[in-house]
């Protein structure tokens, strides 16, 4: 078995450069040869890593970041993604409602978190981007979900993740909801400030816990 190195170097390059149509013959390929999707979305993932890194340094610019996204979400709209994140699934275990914070218009992020806590039996109620606290508490109240999943991306995230937590407890709903916040900048004190349950820098992990949630909160049950 190869660990298919070669391939995913060339669709690192080919994110970084941002050729749309080399990434997507790239992609097509690489899942035919056995690249599980996962292992597809971190190849791109590091492309886009690449990508901010020119951004910063001033190579790129905002039509690249653009261009970047959009190359993601084709990535992300193959047949073969699709099966893995929107299989229709049976029972649901628990209701997450998820939305990108005010003032962050990434999306990216938070629709692989859907995309595996749907595959996981999740119901996700999906409510955007750039979602102020007033919204939040309105589905919170409206859809009575296990979870509170919140995205950022950018660093100040971190204030706005705060606000919608600080007004759950004023409405008294703060302990109705478990709360994640998702985001490559959070680490554990900064969720801690945030006052959020748990944290993850990466989607899977984040859904890993959601599940753990969910079990122990079924055995409080039982
Ligand atoms: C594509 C992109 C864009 C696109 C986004 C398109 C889209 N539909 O999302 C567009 C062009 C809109 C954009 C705009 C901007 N961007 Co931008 N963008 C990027 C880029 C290149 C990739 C982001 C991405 O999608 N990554 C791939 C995904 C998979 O990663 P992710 O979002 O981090 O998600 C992972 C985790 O965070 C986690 N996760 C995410 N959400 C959640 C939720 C939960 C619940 C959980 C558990 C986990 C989780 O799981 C995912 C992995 O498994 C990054 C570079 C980088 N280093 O990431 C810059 C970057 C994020 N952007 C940046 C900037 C500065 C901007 C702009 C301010 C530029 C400008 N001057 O206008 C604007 C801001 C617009 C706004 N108000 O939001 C900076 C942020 C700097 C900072 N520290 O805050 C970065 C880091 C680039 C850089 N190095 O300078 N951008």
């Not at 599980?36 to 590091?46: D, G, H, I």
């Not at 409602?97 to 999306?107: I, K, P, Q």
């Not at 999740?122 to 007033?134: A, L, N, Q, S």
């Not at 989607?203 to 959601?210: F, L, N, Q, S, T």
Request: aromatic content about 6%.
């Amino acid at each position: 078995m190869t660990d298919h190195v070669k391939i995913k170097e060339a669709i690192v390059d080919a994110v970084a450069e941002l050729d749309e149509d080399k990434v997507i013959q790239l992609a097509e390929q690489a899942l035919h040869e056995g690249v599980m999707p996962e292992e597809l979305l971190a190849t791109v993932n590091q492309g886009m890593l690449i990508v901010g890194r020119r951004y910063e340094a001033k190579e790129y610019f905002i039509a690249d970041l653009i261009m970047a996204g959009l190359i993601f979400k084709e990535v992300l709209g193959l047949k073969r993604m699709q099966e893995l994140f929107y299989s229709k699934n049976k029972k649901k275990i628990g209701k997450i409602v998820l939305g990108t914070v005010r003032g962050d218009l990434h999306d990216i992020g938070k629709d692989i978190f859907r995309g595996f806590a749907e595959t996981n039996s999740f119901e996700v109620i999906d409510i955007g981007v750039d979602v102020p606290k007033e919204t939040f508490l309105k589905k919170i109240q409206e859809h009575k979900p296990d979870i509170l999943g919140m995205s950022g991306i950018l660093t100040y995230t971190v204030d706005t993740m705060k606000e919608v937590v600080d007004a759950l407890q004023e409405a008294g709903l703060r302990d109705t909801v478990r709360v994640i916040v998702g985001g490559g900048h959070l680490t554990a004190s900064t969720a801690d400030y945030i006052g959020a349950d748990g944290f993850a820098t990466d989607a899977y992990e984040g859904v890993k816990i959601c599940l753990q949630w969910m079990k122990s909160a079924h055995q409080g049950e039982g």
